[in-house]
Every structure is written in structure tokens, then in C-alpha cells.
């Protein structure tokens, strides 16, 4: 099944805790401190893969998590660093954060890589807070909590030349007859439900890789009939072949009306050079017509005109040695070309030091990633490390705000899913 668009949840892996220990050796009465840190938490990596071209394996699977860091251990040992998770994505996939919209990559080399969440750091063992003043900490920390999101992605397939026309112009027998694709084709129109890619190879040092793309109608653009999910795919193609139907009553209006679709979906697609068929010249018909076409079309100012019979497999080659000279000619596109209707959105960046703070019937709710953050890393069975946690309260100047909001001795304070109670 081709699927274009997907939405999946990534989670990194979670740090490893760093551990509170003492060296107990015979003769040794004061060891002193030799907890060992923990490891990283896993990254998870979306990488490019030339040899899928449909985000499918995703269409079950929607949840991905790397592996956990390990606890660290005695005589100062940190532990193993979790595993990144990489994930297989084809060339042409367009990452965004679904929650904000925002723009996280594009990934179209061979190869490439994108780190879309981060594993969290290891928690420090008791030997990195050993100090002249304290030299037996009970203090340690426990791993940092991992980056989590919601991805959207979006697939744009990367061909150079992108095959367009109304329903049942015959794009399917085109790519059919020049590749070794295998496209489903009716004599019926919608023939085709999904895009197409196909390898066309002219000689020794010359090939073409070529979309067929379904079959546009009047309002495609909005999302009527098949084209507002498949218009995408045009968007990186440098050259489009426009397969006229010869058996149309109104070729030319056909023409026009899928130039407009193209020009309102993104109005570079309009920009792009393209070559003129009139298709199904094995037929006596539209043998007839095509003088009368062609010469409207030369009148419109259009040079790139060819007429084919795919059926037959006729005067298809001169079409691709065209678009192959004009590939040449047309630089390459790598940038994405966002739809024509988006805005640029501008975001502040967030605060690691700001604070919210709420007096909610369950009590006083302390709203702040770093806050919560911290909270989750702090070993509460022990005074030292709550001390700590305190002082990072006090340095955020959290402290002052509770008491300037009210609070009292003996309060309920929430902060994330810790529920504390506030003592002076």
C-alpha cells in the first residue's frame, strides 16, 4: 500500500541513574564515595533509505522508543549508553512537529540522517559531588527524562520528470511502456489511485526517473477528486511531460484546466518546463486532429509539442530525449517547496527558567520544564538530594514567588507527579 502521509509518536531513551555508593574494603574504614554515573538514554535517528519509496511500515507501528541508559554502578563505573533507534525513511520525506507545525527537516540524500529526539543524559553518581566540605555525599542523581514528540511525515517522491493529465489520458501505459513500472490501467478513469516511479534507461549514460501521477480534474487544487493528496508530488520534478487525451472532446481546455490546478496548488509548478503530448495516435481519429491541435498550441507560443501512441509504443523516445535535454538546462531542486497557501510562523524560543505558578483546588501547581525536569532526576529517599532540589527552587527564585503568592507551611505543591508539602 503507498502511503504518503504518517503520524507517529518517538520517544529517546531515558538516562541511566547515577547511584550512591562507598567503597567497603578491608582495612579501607573511610573509602569514601564511588558511585558510578549512568549512561546516555538512546537517540532516535530517521534515516534516508534509496530503496523504499512509501512510508507503509509505519502504518501499524506508531509508537518508537530507543533504549534506556543502564544504572551506573560501584567502583565509579558509568553505565552502557542505550542503543539509538534508527528509522528507515524514503528520499523525499518532509518532517514536522505535528503539535507546533513547526519544520523539522527534509530529508532527500541517500543516506542522510536527522536526530528527532534526544536520548537523556546519564544522572552523576555520588563521586561527582564529593567536595572539601562534604567528602561522604548521599547525593546523586537519576537520569535526565528523554525528548518525546509527535512527528508528521510527509512524503514528496523525488523523480525527475513528473507525468501529468486528466484521467484516462493514458500516463499509467506511458510509464508502463518506457519502465519496468507496473501501474494498474483501465479504460476507465481513476485508473491509477497512487503515484507511480519508474527508471526509463535511453542509452549507456542517460536515464530518467519518471512519476505518474493520478489524474487531475477541474478543483484538484482544493482537494476534489484525487489531486489535492497527489499535487505534492509534482512539487520536485524539474520536468513534467502533459499527456493530452486524444479522444478528449476538448483537448486544449483540458490542457488549460490542469495548468490552472497546477498554478493554484503552488505557482512555481507553473514555472516548470514542460512537454506537450497528444497521446493515442493509433487511432485514425485523432490522427485527424492533431494538425489542428498542434497548430493551436504553436499559436499559444508552446514549442514542445510530440504526438505518441503508448498503446504502440510510438514516437515515444524523441519525448524522452527532450526532457532529457531539458533536465540539463533546468537546475536541480533539493530546497522544499512548501504549498502555496502557508505562512511562515515565527515562534518564541522557550524560557528554561520560567515559571508559572497556580493555586488550584489540589493544591499549589508549579508549572516549569526545568523545574520538573530536575524533579524527576531527584532521589527523594534522600535529605542531600533534596536539599539540592531546594536550592534549585531558591536559585530560580521560586521560593521568593510561592511566598509572595501566599503559600503557607504544611501546603500541598505540585510539581509535574511529585506531590510535596512545603515547609519553611
Known amino acids: 500500500m503507498f502511503i504518503d502521509e504518517i503520524t507517529i509518536q518517538v520517544r529517546g531513551g531515558k538516562g541511566g541513574d547515577g547511584i550512591i555508593h562507598f567503597r567497603r574494603e578491608k582495612y579501607v574504614p573511610r573509602g569514601g564515595p564511588d558511585g558510578g554515573d549512568g549512561g546516555h538514554g538512546g537517540d532516535v535517528i530517521l534515516r534516508v533509505d534509496v530503496h523504499a519509496n512509501t512510508l507503509s511500515n509505519y502504518r501499524h507501528q506508531?509508537?518508537?522508543?530507543?533504549?534506556?541508559?543502564?544504572?551506573?554502578?560501584?567502583?565509579?563505573?558509568?553505565?552502557?549508553?542505550g542503543e539509538d533507534l534508527i528509522l528507515e525513511v524514503p528520499p523525499g520525506t518532509i518532517v514536522y512537529d505535528d503539535d507546533t507545525g513547526e519544520l523539522i527537516g527534509d530529508l532527500v540524500e541517500p543516506g542522510q540522517t536527522l536526530v528527532v529526539c534526544e536520548g537523556g543524559r546519564g544522572g552523576r553518581g555520588?563521586?561527582?559531588?564529593?567536595?572539601?566540605?562534604?567528602?561522604?555525599?548521599?547525593?546523586?542523581?537519576?537520569?535526565?527524562?528523554?525528548?518525546?514528540?509527535?512527528?508528521?511525515?510527509?512524503?514528496?517522491?523525488?523523480?525527475?520528470?513528473g507525468i501529468v493529465g486528466v484521467p484516462n489520458a493514458g500516463k499509467s501505459t506511458l510509464l508502463s511502456v518506457v519502465t519496468n513500472a507496473k501501474p494498474k490501467i483501465g479504460a476507465y478513469p481513476f485508473t491509477t489511485l497512487q503515484p507511480n516511479l519508474g527508471i526509463a534507461e535511453l542509452d549507456i549514460e542517460t536515464r530518467?526517473?519518471?512519476?505518474?501521477?493520478?489524474?487531475?480534474?477541474?478543483?484538484?487544487?482544493?482537494?476534489?477528486?484525487?489531486?489535492?493528496?497527489?499535487?505534492?508530488?509534482?512539487?520536485?520534478?524539474?520536468?513534467?511531460?502533459h499527456l493530452l487525451d486524444g479522444l478528449s472532446q476538448e483537448p486544449l481546455i483540458d490542457f488549460a484546466q490542469i495548468n490552472s490546478e497546477l498554478a493554484l496548488f503552488d505557482p512555481r509548478l507553473a514555472q516548470k518546463p514542460q512537454i506537450i503530448v497528444l497521446n493515442k495516435m493509433d487511432l485514425p481519429s485523432v490522427q485527424e486532429r492533431w494538425p489542428q491541435v498542434r497548430e493551436e498550441l504553436q499559436d499559444r507560443g508552446y514549442d514542445d509539442i510530440y504526438a505518441i501512441s503508448a498503446a504502440t509504443n510510438s514516437d515515444i523516445r524523441p519525448v524522452l530525449y527532450r526532457a532529457s535535454q531539458l533536465l540539463l538546462e533546468t537546475p536541480d531542486i533539493t530546497e522544499i517547496e512548501p504549498e502555496s497557501d502557508q505562512l511562515p510562523v515565527y515562534r518564541l524560543e522557550d524560557d528554561p527558567?520560567?515559571?508559572?505558578?497556580?493555586?488550584?483546588?489540589?493544591?499549589?501547581?508549579?508549572?516549569?520544564?526545568?523545574?520538573?525536569?530536575?524533579?524527576?532526576?531527584t532521589y527523594w529517599e534522600h535529605y542531600q538530594s533534596v536539599r539540592r532540589f531546594q536550592h534549585i527552587m531558591e536559585a530560580m527564585g521560586i521560593d521568593e514567588a510561592m511566598r509572595q503568592a501566599g503559600v503557607e507551611v504544611g501546603d500541598t505543591v505540585l510539581i509535574g507527579s511529585h506531590e510535596l508539602v512545603w515547609e519553611e
Do not use: C, Y
Open 126 to 161: 555520588n563521586t561527582r559531588f564529593k567536595n572539601s566540605r562534604n567528602k561522604t555525599p548521599r547525593l546523586a542523581e537519576k537520569g535526565e527524562p528523554p525528548q518525546e514528540r509527535t512527528l508528521r511525515l510527509e512524503l514528496k517522491l523525488i523523480a525527475d520528470v
Open 208 to 241: 530518467l526517473v519518471l512519476a505518474d501521477i493520478p489524474g487531475l480534474i477541474e478543483g484538484a487544487h482544493t482537494g476534489l477528486g484525487l489531486g489535492h493528496a497527489f499535487l505534492r508530488h509534482i512539487q520536485r520534478t524539474r520536468v513534467l511531460i
Open 353 to 377: 527558567s520560567a515559571f508559572e505558578i497556580e493555586d488550584t483546588p489540589l493544591g499549589w501547581r508549579i508549572s516549569s520544564v526545568s523545574l520538573e525536569r530536575a524533579a524527576l532526576m
Open 62 to 81: 506508531k509508537n518508537f522508543q530507543a533504549d534506556n541508559g543502564k544504572r551506573g554502578a560501584k567502583q565509579n563505573q558509568t553505565g552502557r549508553s
